[in-house]
């Protein structure tokens, strides 16, 4: 066995999940929403599942449904690409990421990766043989310095993996951080495979500013989707990459041997939700913030210290104030005797990192999260 994989933990999140079934916590741990999206979607899928054909549809992924990608990137960030030849759907973002990993980068190349980074990655990109440089963000701030990417990127970086919303910490990386990353590779040999899942979901007026249009950077990058965060249609496994032709051929490429295709009748519900419904994501963006709010201010009230959480469905929050654990140990016992499941933080580090923040998940109804603090409550403060 490939001792990467035989040796590893189940992943914090079905780990968390399962100790929450267990305890009969209130799940703020793992990433997904508890309301389904759009009504028409389903209806669409469900058509088209009766229907049928329900055979393998083309490779790439049904044309109704990259037309409707292609347009999405044009209406709202102004961006070109061709459904034909530069876009590839695959089963989820999850693999779009794997197979960009396996089509860009060469084994025994190097890849930077931003950490504290989604748990996928890392173990990912080592599977792929490659080498990995870590840039890690400092809390509380967690910005994208000059310094770091110079320390981080050298004339073998062949990808940097930028994930923006960021997933666990909520940023979202302003214009001045993303220009330098552009300036950073500008004069390099690297790509950057920029994982935009959380695209919609920016709060406070923040506009999302897609990699692909910082100047030059269109032809250096590219840029993935998800059908499952936009629509929350999570278990879907519906998501894309974009970005230009010769790097989008190698992506295929990879994409026909691990899932060939990703399932035709969620590909069409998606293809009418990217047209028809996306007043869905912008309405969840609205709600999302308002439970960020209800959630930091509670947390804040109980003695976390609630960092700002400028985008996705999450906010950390330090636990320095209520606990000598560390970050895991205080989510364990957190979920055993307060009731309330979260993740903490250093899972998202490959090794040091922080060990005082806890990642909450507000994309719940607001009576779950008012639960939850409720419990919390009553374990803190009695
Ligand atoms: N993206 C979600 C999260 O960060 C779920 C990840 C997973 O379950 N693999 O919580």
């Not at 044309?63 to 990608?69: D, K």
């Not at 530069?86 to 980068?105: F, H, P, R």
């Not at 963000?137 to 930028?162: F, G, M, Q, Y």
Request: hydrophobic share 45%.
């Amino acid at each position: 066995m490939n001792p990467l994989f035989s040796r590893m933990p189940t992943n914090i999140f079905t780990a968390m999940s399962a100790l929450a079934v267990e305890h009969k916590a209130v799940n703020l741990g793992q990433g997904f929403p508890d309301q389904d999206g759009p009504v028409s979607m389903r209806a669409v899928a469900a058509k088209a599942l009766m229907e049928g054909p329900n055979q393998y549809p083309l490779m790439r992924g049904v044309l109704p449904l990259r037309q409707a990608i292609a347009d999405h990137a044009r209406s709202f960030y102004g961006l070109e690409y061709d459904p034909a030849s530069e876009i590839v759907v695959a089963a989820g973002a999850t693999e779009a990421v794997a197979d960009t990993l396996i089509a860009l980068v060469a084994p025994g190349e190097e890849i930077v990766l931003i950490e504290p980074a989604f748990d996928i990655y890392r173990p990912l990109a080592q599977a792929a043989g490659l080498v990995v440089n870590t840039i890690t963000l400092s809390p509380p701030d967690w910005r994208l310095t000059a310094e770091a990417l110079k320390a981080a990127i050298t004339p073998r970086t062949k990808a940097v993996l930028l994930n923006n919303p960021v997933n666990p910490i909520g940023r979202v990386f302003s214009q001045e951080e993303l220009t330098l990353l552009a300036d950073a590779v500008r004069n390099t040999d690297a790509v950057v495979i920029s994982d935009e899942v959380y695209e919609h979901f920016s709060f406070d007026g923040r506009k999302h500013v897609p990699f692909a249009s910082l100047p030059g950077m269109r032809e250096r990058s590219v840029r993935i989707g998800s059908a499952g965060k936009i629509f929350s249609f999570t278990g879907w496994r519906v998501g894309w990459v974009m970005g230009p032709k010769d790097m989008i051929t190698a992506i295929a490429n990879v994409h026909q041997f691990v899932t060939f295709a990703a399932p035709p009748a969620q590909q069409l519900g998606v293809a009418h939700g990217l047209t028809g419904e996306m007043d869905f994501p912008l309405e969840l963006n609205k709600a999302l913030q308002q439970k960020r709010d209800l959630l930091a201010q509670g947390l804040t009230a109980l003695g976390f210290g609630v960092l700002p959480a400028e985008g996705t469905y999450f906010l950390t929050a330090s636990i320095d104030g209520i606990s000598n654990e560390n970050d895991r140990a205080f989510c364990e016992r957190m979920a055993r005797e307060g009731g309330v499941a979260a993740i903490p933080l250093s899972a998202f580090y490959a090794e040091g990192g922080p060990q005082i923040y806890v990642r909450f998940a507000f994309c719940k109804q607001r009576a779950v999260i008012e639960e939850a603090l409720a419990r919390l409550k009553v374990w803190l403060c009695g």
